[in-house]
């Protein structure tokens, strides 16, 4: 498969020629091509989604709607197809590719439906004889720039909500995944007949397509999901001009295991928690909190499901599939798991790997300081440190860049107590990361215009 450029409504190669190698993760099969945008590219996609803009935010509430559902429907045609695609290039196993899917085009059905349902609101007049109204009113021209983890995933939910309410939109895929992060949705997007330049797509390299358009002046938004380094970049070249900026960027997620909780939900949900798609998401649990009167009956639990998983290429039966490039293994191998156990960590199990295949691995003894407990792993790693008390694992949990945590207990109301004291934007009690469907994400992309009428007394003429 050649992955093209998709800008203004047409498939296009690079202005550059340039192309780099689509891969199987699993195999290192070489899939195809994709075109590598370069910034030429990005300002001529720019330059179409602003031209296009105006005309589509007037497009009435159906209209759009009714291009959603077609979108929608035409990846769902395609579904298996898709599924595979995504195992392929992500190197997940096939639980992982059909929920990516799946909620991808629910996130397109669920914009569909919310571009009909409000428009705006009547707000309390400030004094009699007025009336106060604010209607939502698109941003305008949107810059998507979106991870390889979940690249479909991730994708749709800034393109189902953002099309939805009239903004155009110019999206960079992961260079590792722009086929299922991008060229597949151009392809569902122009055969379901959105007007040229609404769709803009332009897969190349970081810093040839990835920081052109992050910082191009011709954005409204730019909405960037990837590591805490690129997004504090982004922010920084976006306050100098003061541009709109929506980031979600990782961080060390703590699982605490207060000494009352139910040890085998606790370790079963780890498994989860720490070891989804080898541990490769923003909300991966990188942080083992444990009290030390359960520690030694959770190491052995966790140890225990750890050993039974089966790794390899996901279109066998496996729990785990490969990580997504050798840069990332030896990351985890090296800076990680090894930086750690000099550092007097012990390893339990795993540790070792064939190829991109990385063993699910336990670490023990884990200490602030070590990269096991300061960073984002982002690999099927499960790091243990031992706590005395309640009040020790939330002051190791708190401080941190944090977007999701979970609290084990027996006891729900200290469960919860625990909870409101842990600074993360989520956190669950007795329960993995929360199986999030499609959300209302119109907030952050739309604006609210205030109307300010005076009300006053028809005259008739005649």
């Avoid at 009113?137 to 189902?160: D, E, F, K, S």
């Avoid at 520690?295 to 390899?312: F, H, M, N, P, S």
């Avoid at 020790?392 to 979970?406: F, H, K, Q, R, T």
């Avoid at 600074?423 to 205030?450: C, I, L, Y």
Wanted: charged share 20%.
């Amino acid at each position: 498969m050649e992955a093209q450029l998709y800008i203004d409504g047409q498939f296009t190669p690079a202005a550059s020629g340039q192309t780099g190698p689509v891969h199987e993760k699993a195999t290192g099969k070489q899939l195809g091509t994709y075109a590598k945008a370069t910034k030429e590219d990005i300002d001529r996609a720019v330059l179409a989604a602003r031209q296009a803009q105006q005309a589509w935010a007037a497009t009435s509430a159906p209209e759009r709607s009714n291009l959603l559902f077609e979108f929608a429907e035409v990846l769902q045609g395609r579904f298996d197809e898709l599924v595979e695609q995504s195992m392929r290039e992500t190197g997940g196993v096939r639980a992982k590719a059909e929920d990516e899917v799946g909620t991808s085009i629910k996130q397109l059905r669920i914009s569909a439906v919310q571009v009909g349902q409000n428009a705006g609101d009547i707000l309390p007049p400030y004094k009699a004889g007025k009336l106060s109204l604010s209607r939502a009113v698109p941003l305008g021209v949107i810059g998507l720039i979106t991870p390889w983890n979940y690249p479909m995933n991730l994708a749709m939910r800034a393109v189902g909500p953002g099309l939805a309410f009239g903004n155009t939109i110019v999206l960079k895929p992961a260079e590792l995944t722009p086929v299922i992060g991008g060229q597949v949705l151009a392809e569902a997007a122009h055969e379901a007949g959105f007007p040229p330049g609404v769709f803009n797509v332009v897969p190349g390299d970081g810093e040839q397509a990835g920081w052109p358009l992050a910082t191009h002046p011709g954005l409204d938004l730019m909405d960037f999901t990837g590591s805490r380094e690129i997004g504090i970049r982004i922010a920084e070249a976006a306050a100098s001009s003061l541009r709109n900026i929506r980031l979600e960027l990782g961080g060390s997620n703590a699982f605490v295991i207060l000494d009352d909780a139910d040890i085998e939900l606790a370790a079963s949900c780890a498994m989860i928690a720490s070891l989804e798609f080898q541990g490769q998401t923003c909300i991966s649990a990188s942080r083992h909190i444990v009290h030390r009167d359960v520690a030694e009956a959770y190491l052995d639990a966790v140890t225990k499901r750890v050993a039974a998983l089966k790794v390899g290429d996901p279109f066998d039966a496996v729990d785990q599939g490969p990580l997504i490039s050798e840069k990332q293994r030896d990351r985890v191998h090296n800076d990680i798991v090894g930086k750690s156990i000099a550092m007097g960590a012990r390893l339990v199990s795993g540790g070792t790997y064939e190829g991109l295949f990385y063993r699910p691995t336990v670490l023990a003894d884990v200490r602030p300081g070590m990269p096991a407990f300061d960073e984002e792993i982002f690999g099927p790693v499960i790091p243990v440190t031992v706590v005395d008390s309640e009040d020790e694992a939330i002051d190791l949990v708190n401080g941190y860049p944090m977007l999701m945590n979970s609290v084990f207990s027996a006891d729900l109301i200290r469960g919860m107590r625990v909870a409101e004291q842990l600074q993360a934007g989520e956190v669950h009690v007795n329960d993995a990361h929360a199986r999030h469907g499609a959300e209302n994400q119109m907030p952050g992309f739309t604006k609210r215009q205030w109307i300010g009428v005076q009300r006053t007394p028809l005259k008739l003429r005649g």
